[in-house]
């Protein structure tokens, strides 16, 4: 067995910091210089890696199963954008009612609009949480589904707060690769220290068997609500940051396709490892541009095969089906990255240890 | 409001009610025996749909042969689906069967879309169903009358097989527990199978009422009538058929009145169904009909 | 690693590949223009009725400037994060020098802030929401917006129909019906100088089937014309349904009436049903109509659609400001477009106002005999 030689807590802290500033750095320069739809994709991996950890929270590392996401995106999406928003825009934008007071008069800068963003969801999500986390495993699904739907329809009619079915435009594009790899960052580093605390080992305890949880004294109620109010925070701000790329939100983006959209990226990367999320929400987003191909004509052997608009989504769907009967666990399962696994790749230990990992 | 217009509204909702029966029974028989949501439900009704359309638009059946054969296709189609995608998660975790129903839902939406193309088709409405009739003011169709008799014909005919026959039997003893239903002898494989054959032969007659009704089908009709019906089989009593019969004709009805009482809240109507759901269980889990759940700690 | 997992990075380091792309090919060797439209998802339908339109116009003219012109179609699924998306892509990695699209008002804001900022100039064949154009001097389109076309019809119902009292029954999930809606209101309030005059207002969602109880509500309010503004599949189950339950007053729509589906569906229910859209098939507003009609039928065997004139006329639009630029050079397209004055197009004659929004006439059909009969023609002021 190898020495383990105790490396100085400085040095560590000094790496980790070096390396995120050079990462930073590398940003910076590619937000200018990189074109925009390699920033693009870009900016979309970062908010999806957030999004897809804040489902992954709840429905894999706690085991609830939620439908609900899309919802807390809307309304982290909808408080971003009133609040970002100049009153000017607000003004030509809300022309069948106006924007109530004092909305249309505000306006933050961005940090304390994705804060507030954050707050209101993890609002939304113990009012939606708390009456729902007790019900068990469709339920809590079909519920949830529900009450992502409630706040669609609400959004939809309630036209001086939203403006209704015609959403915001001249949002301000805040966004970069700062802001949307910094909210994966935070999101990954508050994933990784939580699940090594007492409560992610509730969370998992919770997961593996309530009942036996309840009996070792874990508080059911306080922490699902934790993980739910955790999720739909961490969804609010993705909600948030995706409105201020795009600078146009409205209702309709925030149906259950894209509940799915995340649901699947979670699902193929493994329900219950972080690692496993971060590749597959990236490796997903990339994957739906890339596989444009499919539906663009070609040409093999001098006959032109008309292109099939649609066949992205059935390659996914197909791709979900065989993930959840073949390799349930997805990619990673329940693993994660960790430099010892980095060390015996390297060494070609690997090869030996396959058989017992599987 | 006058008691002519409660009365047609009443007519409506009749009708709309015993369409969601009919979805309604479908998702709880299935949920009754394997304790899954059938995400794929609703997608089953589309296509059923578009057998019949295509039935009667493409192979130019006449109209009561197309309707059976598209009955007798969903129904093989539903045990397709049973046998490929739930079948091998039969001993997973219930996440995973869970996933694998909406995995199935969206692919069947998309390969509809991909097929049958985007633009919505007309159903073959033919004009016996359509004749009209007045009774003292309220303006209904023959059709009006068909369906709750059809659903109730339905009802009737499924307590029969399910409460007074050996598959019925088998069917309940599965409800409760495989193994011990296999030790008694149950197939339970083919148990399940003929619930999933019925749930879908009952989809595909929802399916074809609908089309009889509205005249109009698409790839993406099937995601809101099979949410609502999933919510009106809560409603009536998860696993209790005359439960989401009865759930349905509630939720149905229901809508119909919440619009025709406050119009101006009309664009919450697909709320309210959601809004009954999450006040079902938490006022009455069971439904209004459902047995005791049992939690096996 | 187990199987599954190096199948899988294979694949992930597949689609990586593919994602940097064939380098785009100089633009001196022919003309690219980008096309983004929902091809598939909720709107599905009216993106293909477009690209059918904008088809037929490329078979018809294929070179500009003496090159052929290539036409990249983007699909952004009804969505609108793929619609910003879409739009990036075709600037940056397919270049082309203009954009058509998209079906949606919703989808075509989503895509102008990505356009604008790369200065390429778009034309949306179809979007009427006013918004798109708002404070966006790179979007144009080849379509009148809202304002106009909801006074449009509350002219017609006042002028035409002797109407004094109407209902509205709009389609709550879409922006296109809840803005035409809210114009028509005010100016039938303005006409009739009665802010009371809308007696009934109610809703729905798109896809619900049943209109049943909104249409009880309708009927007791006993209105002279009811304007339902929504698409044609959700429409056309409407008056069916308005008919059966003993409804004989007008319907009154938008141009998203105009589809051979509505008819299909609707069957004898949908007659006398009175919509404004762009164009008549049935008595063409400029020779371009009659030499579109019949092209259409030719080729698709069936009557056509105003989406698939508009796409038809977005193309032919984008084509002249290119002849006029005389260059390939995005801004310098984009110059020309705003000059467009004039242009003969199979929806009428276009000209580009300050804004970017066509200035053109509307014209109100009505259903008869199973077709689309024109019945008055109206000019913008």
């Given at each position: 067995?190898?020495?383990?030689?105790?490396?100085?807590?400085?040095?560590?802290?000094?790496?980790?910091?070096?390396?995120?500033?050079?990462?930073?750095?590398?940003?910076?320069?590619?937000?200018?210089?990189?074109?925009?739809?390699?920033?693009?994709?870009?900016?979309?991996?970062?908010?999806?890696?957030?999004?897809?950890?804040?489902?992954?929270?709840?429905?894999?590392?706690?085991?609830?199963?939620?439908?609900?996401?899309?919802?807390?995106?809307?309304?982290?999406?909808?408080?971003?954008?009133?609040?970002?928003?100049?009153?000017?825009?607000?003004q030509a934008v809300f022309f069948i009612q106006p924007l109530i007071y004092p909305l249309n008069s505000i306006q933050w800068g961005f940090l304390p609009a994705l804060l507030m963003a954050a707050v209101v969801s993890g609002i939304v999500g113990f009012l939606v949480g708390a009456p729902a986390i007790r019900f068990r495993g469709d339920y809590l699904a079909i519920t949830t589904l529900g009450f992502a739907e409630i706040i669609r329809i609400v959004f939809t009619n309630i036209v001086p707060i939203t403006n209704g079915a015609l959403g915001l435009k001249g949002i301000p594009p805040h966004t970069n690769l700062l802001w949307s790899w910094g909210f994966a960052l935070v999101c990954i580093a508050v994933m990784v220290r939580l699940m090594r605390t007492t409560y992610g080992r509730a969370l998992k305890a919770i997961r593996d068997d309530e009942v036996a949880a309840e009996a070792m004294g874990v508080n059911l109620f306080f922490h699902k609500n934790l993980a739910f109010v955790m999720s739909a925070m961490m969804a609010g701000v993705?909600?948030?940051?995706?409105?201020?790329?795009?600078?146009?939100?409205?209702?309709?983006?925030?149906?259950?396709?894209?509940?799915?959209?995340?649901?699947?990226?979670?699902?193929?990367?493994?329900?219950?490892?972080?690692?496993?999320?971060?590749?597959?929400?990236?490796?997903?987003?990339?994957?739906?541009?890339?596989?444009?191909?499919?539906?663009?004509?070609?040409?093999?052997?001098?006959?032109?095969?008309?292109?099939?608009?649609?066949?992205?989504?059935?390659?996914?769907?197909?791709?979900?089906?065989?993930?959840?009967?073949?390799?349930?666990?997805?990619?990673?399962?329940?693993?994660?990255?960790?430099?010892?696994?980095?060390?015996?790749?390297?060494?070609?230990?690997?090869?030996?240890?396959?058989?017992?990992?599987? | 409001?006058?008691?002519?217009?409660?009365?047609?509204?009443?007519?409506?909702?009749?009708?709309?009610?015993?369409?969601?029966?009919?979805?309604?029974?479908?998702?709880?028989?299935?949920?009754?025996?394997?304790?899954?949501?059938?995400?794929?439900?609703?997608?089953?009704?589309?296509?059923?749909?578009?057998?019949?359309?295509?039935?009667?638009?493409?192979?130019?059946?006449?109209?009561?042969?197309?309707?059976?054969?598209?009955?007798?296709?969903?129904?093989?189609?539903?045990?397709?689906?049973?046998?490929?995608?739930?079948?091998?998660?039969?001993?997973?975790?219930?996440?995973?069967?869970?996933?694998?129903?909406?995995?199935?839902?969206?692919?069947?939406?998309?390969?509809?879309?991909?097929?049958?193309?985007?633009?919505?088709?007309?159903?073959?409405?033919?004009?016996?169903?359509?004749?009209?009739?007045?009774?003292?003011?309220?303006?209904?169709?023959?059709?009006?009358?068909?369906?709750?008799?059809?659903?109730?014909?339905?009802?009737?005919?499924?307590?029969?097989?399910?409460?007074?026959?050996?598959?019925?039997?088998?069917?309940?003893?599965?409800?409760?527990?495989?193994?011990?239903?296999?030790?008694?002898?149950?197939?339970?494989?083919?148990?399940?199978?003929?619930?999933?054959?019925?749930?879908?032969?009952?989809?595909?007659?929802?399916?074809?009422?609908?089309?009889?009704?509205?005249?109009?089908?698409?790839?993406?009709?099937?995601?809101?009538?099979?949410?609502?019906?999933?919510?009106?089989?809560?409603?009536?009593?998860?696993?209790?058929?005359?439960?989401?019969?009865?759930?349905?004709?509630?939720?149905?009805?229901?809508?119909?009145?919440?619009?025709?009482?406050?119009?101006?809240?009309?664009?919450?109507?697909?709320?309210?169904?959601?809004?009954?759901?999450?006040?079902?269980?938490?006022?009455?889990?069971?439904?209004?009909?459902?047995?005791?759940?049992?939690?096996?700690? | 690693?187990?199987?599954?997992?190096?199948?899988?990075?294979?694949?992930?380091?597949?689609?990586?590949?593919?994602?940097?792309?064939?380098?785009?090919?100089?633009?001196?060797?022919?003309?690219?223009?980008?096309?983004?439209?929902?091809?598939?998802?909720?709107?599905?339908?009216?993106?293909?009725?477009?690209?059918?339109?904008?088809?037929?116009?490329?078979?018809?003219?294929?070179?500009?400037?003496?090159?052929?012109?290539?036409?990249?179609?983007?699909?952004?699924?009804?969505?609108?994060?793929?619609?910003?998306?879409?739009?990036?892509?075709?600037?940056?990695?397919?270049?082309?020098?203009?954009?058509?699209?998209?079906?949606?008002?919703?989808?075509?804001?989503?895509?102008?802030?990505?356009?604008?900022?790369?200065?390429?100039?778009?034309?949306?064949?179809?979007?009427?929401?006013?918004?798109?154009?708002?404070?966006?001097?790179?979007?144009?389109?080849?379509?009148?917006?809202?304002?106009?076309?909801?006074?449009?019809?509350?002219?017609?119902?006042?002028?035409?129909?002797?109407?004094?009292?109407?209902?509205?029954?709009?389609?709550?999930?879409?922006?296109?019906?809840?803005?035409?809606?809210?114009?028509?209101?005010?100016?039938?309030?303005?006409?009739?100088?009665?802010?009371?005059?809308?007696?009934?207002?109610?809703?729905?969602?798109?896809?619900?089937?049943?209109?049943?109880?909104?249409?009880?509500?309708?009927?007791?309010?006993?209105?002279?014309?009811?304007?339902?503004?929504?698409?044609?599949?959700?429409?056309?189950?409407?008056?069916?349904?308005?008919?059966?339950?003993?409804?004989?007053?007008?319907?009154?729509?938008?141009?998203?009436?105009?589809?051979?589906?509505?008819?299909?569906?609707?069957?004898?229910?949908?007659?006398?049903?009175?919509?404004?859209?762009?164009?008549?098939?049935?008595?063409?507003?400029?020779?371009?109509?009659?030499?579109?009609?019949?092209?259409?039928?030719?080729?698709?065997?069936?009557?056509?659609?105003?989406?698939?004139?508009?796409?038809?006329?977005?193309?032919?639009?984008?084509?002249?400001?290119?002849?006029?630029?005389?260059?390939?050079?995005?801004?310098?397209?984009?110059?020309?477009?705003?000059?467009?004055?004039?242009?003969?197009?199979?929806?009428?004659?276009?000209?580009?106002?300050?804004?970017?929004?066509?200035?053109?006439?509307?014209?109100?059909?009505?259903?008869?005999?199973?077709?689309?009969?024109?019945?008055?023609?109206?000019?913008?002021?």
């Amino acid at each position: 067995m190898a020495e383990q030689r105790a490396v100085h807590p400085l040095l560590k802290i000094a790496v980790v910091c070096g390396a995120l500033i050079l990462f930073f750095l590398v940003l910076s320069w590619g937000q200018e210089h990189w074109d925009a739809y390699t920033v693009r994709i870009l900016n979309l991996c970062g908010i999806y890696i957030g999004i897809t950890l804040g489902l992954n929270l709840c429905n894999g590392f706690t085991g609830q199963f939620s439908l609900g996401i899309a919802g807390f995106m809307a309304v982290g999406a909808y408080t971003t954008a009133l609040l970002t928003m100049s009153p000017a825009v607000k003004q030509a934008v809300f022309f069948i009612q106006p924007l109530i007071y004092p909305l249309n008069s505000i306006q933050w800068g961005f940090l304390p609009a994705l804060l507030m963003a954050a707050v209101v969801s993890g609002i939304v999500g113990f009012l939606v949480g708390a009456p729902a986390i007790r019900f068990r495993g469709d339920y809590l699904a079909i519920t949830t589904l529900g009450f992502a739907e409630i706040i669609r329809i609400v959004f939809t009619n309630i036209v001086p707060i939203t403006n209704g079915a015609l959403g915001l435009k001249g949002i301000p594009p805040h966004t970069n690769l700062l802001w949307s790899w910094g909210f994966a960052l935070v999101c990954i580093a508050v994933m990784v220290r939580l699940m090594r605390t007492t409560y992610g080992r509730a969370l998992k305890a919770i997961r593996d068997d309530e009942v036996a949880a309840e009996a070792m004294g874990v508080n059911l109620f306080f922490h699902k609500n934790l993980a739910f109010v955790m999720s739909a925070m961490m969804a609010g701000v993705g909600g948030g940051l995706l409105g201020n790329l795009i600078t146009t939100i409205d209702p309709n983006m925030f149906r259950f396709p894209l509940t799915f959209t995340v649901l699947m990226m979670a699902v193929l990367g493994g329900l219950g490892s972080i690692t496993g999320t971060v590749i597959s929400a990236a490796a997903v987003t990339i994957a739906m541009e890339a596989f444009r191909a499919l539906e663009e004509p070609r040409v093999i052997l001098g006959l032109t095969i008309p292109g099939v608009p649609g066949m992205r989504m059935v390659v996914f769907s197909v791709a979900l089906m065989i993930v959840i009967l073949f390799y349930p666990k997805g990619f990673m399962g329940d693993r994660e990255f960790s430099l010892d696994r980095v060390k015996r790749l390297a060494a070609g230990l690997d090869r030996t240890n396959t058989s017992k990992q599987g | 409001m006058t008691l002519e217009i409660f009365l047609q509204n009443a007519a409506n909702g009749i009708t709309l009610g015993s369409l969601y029966a009919l979805l309604a029974i479908g998702y709880t028989m299935v949920y009754g025996i394997l304790r899954l949501i059938n995400f794929a439900h609703g997608e089953i009704f589309m296509i059923s749909t578009y057998f019949a359309f295509y039935g009667t638009a493409i192979f130019a059946l006449p109209w009561q042969v197309a309707f059976v054969v598209a009955i007798v296709l969903t129904a093989l189609l539903g045990v397709v689906i049973e046998h490929a995608a739930y079948r091998p998660l039969r001993d997973a975790p219930r996440i995973s069967a869970l996933i694998s129903a909406i995995g199935v839902s969206f692919l069947m939406a998309n390969l509809g879309l991909v097929i049958f193309g985007g633009r919505p088709k007309t159903f073959y409405r033919p004009p016996i169903f359509q004749v009209p009739i007045e009774l003292g003011g309220v303006r209904v169709v023959v059709l009006f009358f068909v369906i709750p008799l059809l659903t109730a014909i339905l009802l009737v005919a499924l307590n029969y097989i399910v409460y007074k026959t050996k598959t019925g039997l088998a069917m309940r003893a599965a409800q409760w527990d495989f193994d011990t239903a296999r030790l008694m002898g149950v197939d339970v494989d083919r148990a399940i199978s003929i619930t999933f054959a019925i749930g879908s032969a009952l989809a595909a007659v929802g399916g074809i009422m609908w089309g009889l009704r509205f005249a109009e089908i698409n790839p993406n009709m099937g995601l809101f009538p099979g949410l609502k019906c999933f919510i009106a089989a809560v409603f009536g009593g998860i696993g209790n058929i005359s439960g989401a019969v009865l759930g349905g004709f509630i939720l149905g009805f229901g809508e119909i009145m919440l619009v025709a009482f406050l119009p101006g809240l009309a664009g919450y109507r697909d709320a309210f169904a959601f809004v009954v759901l999450i006040l079902i269980l938490l006022v009455r889990p069971t439904g209004l009909l459902g047995d005791k759940q049992r939690v096996k700690v | 690693m187990a199987l599954h997992r190096r199948l899988m990075m294979v694949l992930f380091c597949a689609a990586l590949v593919s994602m940097c792309g064939i380098a785009a090919a100089a633009s001196e060797t022919e003309i690219r223009i980008g096309v983004y439209e929902p091809m598939t998802g909720a709107m599905a339908a009216g993106g293909q009725m477009t690209m059918e339109g904008i088809q037929l116009a490329q078979e018809q003219r294929p070179k500009v400037l003496g090159l052929p012109v290539r036409v990249i179609l983007v699909d952004n699924r009804s969505d609108k994060v793929e619609a910003a998306t879409a739009v990036t892509r075709l600037i940056q990695k397919d270049k082309v020098c203009a954009i058509i699209g998209s079906y949606g008002s919703a989808l075509s804001m989503s895509g102008g802030p990505v356009a604008q900022a790369a200065k390429v100039p778009v034309m949306g064949c179809s979007p009427t929401n006013p918004l798109v154009t708002l404070g966006n001097d790179y979007y144009f389109r080849a379509c009148f917006i809202d304002p106009f076309q909801g006074r449009v019809m509350a002219q017609f119902a006042y002028d035409k129909l002797g109407a004094r009292k109407a209902a509205i029954i709009q389609d709550i999930a879409q922006d296109y019906a809840v803005g035409l809606a809210n114009f028509f209101r005010q100016a039938f309030n303005e006409l009739t100088e009665d802010p009371k005059s809308i007696i009934a207002f109610t809703s729905y969602q798109t896809g619900d089937r049943d209109y049943t109880a909104q249409l009880t509500y309708v009927a007791n309010a006993k209105p002279d014309v009811v304007f339902a503004p929504g698409y044609y599949a959700d429409a056309a189950v409407l008056v069916t349904q308005a008919r059966s339950l003993g409804l004989k007053m007008p319907f009154l729509g938008g141009d998203t009436f105009e589809a051979p589906e509505f008819i299909e569906i609707g069957g004898k229910n949908v007659e006398g049903v009175y919509f404004s859209t762009h164009y008549s098939a049935d008595a063409p507003v400029t020779p371009a109509s009659e030499r579109f009609v019949a092209l259409y039928k030719a080729r698709f065997k069936t009557a056509p659609n105003t989406f698939a004139a508009l796409g038809y006329d977005c193309y032919n639009l984008v084509l002249d400001a290119i002849e006029r630029a005389g260059s390939s050079n995005p801004k310098a397209i984009r110059d020309a477009m705003a000059e467009t004055k004039d242009f003969v197009g199979a929806t009428g004659i276009i000209t580009l106002d300050a804004n970017g929004d066509a200035t053109k006439s509307a014209v109100v059909l009505v259903v008869k005999d199973g077709q689309f009969k024109l019945v008055d023609v109206v000019h913008p002021r």
